[in-house]
């Protein structure tokens, strides 16, 4: 993992002889950096517990400590997991420094510790807290999020103002009614499956310093059933600050449609959306009569009243092409920031255009009054894409969608993981195969080769390029990935983590490990 500044003040590589991947990244207050991921590595540096992994592939967590030297930097790392695949979808850690993990296994001994569920067999949903007595961790908490199908968690969120809340989201086949407790309990605003054995979306919000069934307090359902089969990708989860009572913000990627099917299978909630129209960028009255590519959404569920029956507000995000989200964020004021990628030639609505960092998918030509604006690529390739949905103080108004941009060249290029900082400043990372992508002038480098991580700090408040943009390229002469960043509002430092097979990946001078594979 690696800081940032934008100077690179600090980058080690961390696994051993396997693989690591799904790698995140979190930070505490006093500045120590958190690792976590997957990995198959039998010899991945561990301080406590097993030396050798339980399972054929487990959770690791690690904590680095960049003021120590050489070796001694890693003041905690562990493996987590059962005896068959585990696999991550987030790390957080709150402000009494305890670790929060979350993803989902196919192991039926996962380790549990005062758990709304103890026992599972398939592929379930898992959190688990690790509290600090001292220097030494426990695992205080440990359950299993599952339901009769397949349940994947693929975010995680806290909540510092209440320590011990953990906000989860995800997809499930489960059928299971409010009686289980999940996907959905009683407090949920939507109870059952609209779209029985196919997938749907679930937020869930547990209280780690319970235990048992009371340790779930609210979750729910989200999805529809027209078309049947429809696609559901999870994405990421986030909550605002609102005091003791926080709404949980979650992404992802459907094509259900947002009307009755003909047989009467149930119709994609959307609310107070900026966008009701599946692939049609920000429009509200559709004129695709058969419309089937994916758009991401984004959805604001407060989970702290029961008995209400819709999100607070839901809305596509998307046009004609493939969009997915995968990371978000919410700034003070609940303004939602989303990531992911995109294949739309009209992802940004024409109303917005002129405002992005990047008005054109791949980066070709902009011509503002032309119809498109855009020059058409002989080669249409996937971009990421940052958007902004405001907060809106009026009740029943549509929640605006006021800010969008492309990052992206003429390869494929994803945003994976999304922070924001308090001038409404959108940090990304993820992941390019562009040798052309459009950096800034103080990047720290060039294309590697064989595709790149890359880190962009884009302000959502200026008017195309602005002067504090910043885009780079970060990586080797192999693939690198980004995969997680976390945000230090304090010093204004960027930490961002993912994987490499890079032997010449760029390390500071005092790294914890210096080579790939621990060599």
Not at 53 to 59: E, L, R
Not at 247 to 253: E, L, P, Q, S, V
Not at 343 to 354: K, N, W
Request: glycine residues 12%.
């Amino acid at each position: 993992e690696l800081v940032i500044d934008p100077t690179l003040s600090y980058s080690t590589y961390l696994g051993g002889s396997g693989t690591e991947a799904l790698v995140k990244v979190a930070i505490d207050g006093n500045g120590g950096i958190y690792v976590a991921g997957s990995t198959n590595s039998a010899d991945f540096p561990v301080t406590t517990g097993p030396t050798s992994p339980p399972g054929a592939q487990n959770i690791f967590i690690s904590k680095i400590n960049t003021s120590l030297a050489g070796t001694a930097q890693l003041v905690y790392s562990i493996y987590l997991g059962g005896s068959q695949k585990d696999f991550l979808a987030g790390i957080a850690v709150d402000s009494n420094f305890g670790i929060y993990v979350a993803g989902w296994t196919t192991s039926s001994d996962f380790p549990h510790a005062n758990a709304f569920q103890s026992s599972a067999s398939g592929t379930h949903g898992f959190l688990s807290k690790l509290t600090v007595n001292g220097t030494a961790y426990a695992l205080t908490y440990s359950t299993y999020l599952a339901g009769n199908g397949i349940d994947t968690v693929t975010g995680l969120a806290i909540d510092n103002g209440n320590r011990g809340t953990a906000y989860v989201t995800g997809v499930t086949t489960s059928t299971d009614d409010q009686s289980n407790g999940f996907p959905a309990n009683p407090d949920g605003f939507q109870l059952v499956s609209h779209s029985p054995e196919n997938k749907q979306f679930f937020a869930s919000k547990l209280n780690t310093s319970a235990s048992g069934p009371t340790s779930m307090v609210y979750s729910t359902y989200f999805g529809g059933g027209n078309p049947v089969g429809a696609e559901a990708i999870g994405g990421g989860i986030a909550v605002d600050l609102s005091g003791a009572s926080p709404n949980m913000y979650i992404t992802g990627a459907t094509n259900m449609l947002p009307v009755t099917g003909a047989s009467g299978e149930i119709k994609f909630q959307l609310v107070n959306a900026e966008q009701s129209c599946l692939d049609e960028a920000g429009q509200t009255a559709c004129t695709l009569s058969n419309p089937t590519a994916l758009d991401a959404f984004v959805a604001k569920i407060n989970p702290n009243t029961p008995g209400l029956t819709a999100p607070v507000y839901s809305t596509y995000v998307g046009g004609s092409g493939d969009d997915v989200g995968t990371g978000i964020a919410v700034d003070s004021s609940a303004n939602a920031y989303i990531t992911g990628s995109t294949f739309s030639t009209d992802f940004i609505p024409t109303p917005i255009i002129g405002l992005a960092f990047q008005p054109c998918l791949n980066n070709t030509l902009y011509t503002a009054g032309n119809t498109p604006p855009c020059a058409t690529s002989s080669a249409p390739a996937q971009d990421a894409f940052i958007a902004k949905i405001d907060n809106q103080l009026t009740a029943g108004a549509v929640y605006p969608l006021n800010y969008a941009t492309y990052i992206g060249g003429s390869g494929d290029d994803s945003g994976q993981g999304i922070q924001v900082d308090p001038v409404q400043g959108a940090h990304v990372v993820g992941s390019t195969s562009s040798p052309d992508l459009p950096i800034t002038q103080d990047a720290l480098q060039n294309y590697g080769l064989n595709g790149d991580a890359f880190v962009a700090l884009i302000l959502t408040t200026e008017t195309g390029r602005g002067i504090g943009d910043y885009l780079t390229y970060l990586g080797g002469n192999q693939l690198d990935q980004g995969t997680g960043i976390a945000l230090d509002n304090v010093f204004g430092a960027t930490y961002v983590a993912g994987t490499t097979l890079s032997p010449n990946f760029p390390v500071s001078a005092t790294p914890y490990q210096l080579n790939l594979n621990n060599k």
